[in-house]
Nanobody
């Protein structure tokens, strides 16, 4: 069965760091573009970062560029989001997305990140 499972969220102070993980199974992970999204209370889901199938291409939302780093380990079927210099406005549920086509598009359950002093 297809599974996409995020982990690593939690409570952190402004300026702190967290590393999110997304473990995938049930499909050919190395064929899928991976993305991170987030959704804050009362706001629409927004795109955060993308990584290509080989890991050489990455792209980031302007709001996180220079602070967040997306990476993947195809041998471990895992994608990561390293989040540094966290701000209160980064508080959200973070979701992992795996996409090969419009018909092969999988989402995790999300992991909560709270940035607060």
């Amino acid at each position: 069965q297809v599974q996409v499972v995020e982990s690593g969220g939690g409570l952190v102070q402004p300026g702190g760091s967290l590393r999110l993980s997304c473990a995938a199974s049930g499909f050919t992970f190395s064929s899928y573009v991976m993305r991170w999204y987030r959704q804050a209370p009362g706001k629409e889901r927004e795109w955060v970062a993308t990584i290509g199938v080989l890991g050489s291409f990455t792209s980031y939302a302007d709001t996180v560029k220079g602070r967040f780093t997306i990476s993947r380990d195809n041998a471990k079927n895992t994608v990561y989001l390293q989040m540094n210099s966290l701000k209160p406005e980064d508080t959200a549920v973070y979701y992992c997305n795996a996409r090969w086509s419009a018909f092969d598009d999988y989402w995790g359950q999300g992991t909560q990140v709270t940035v607060s002093s």
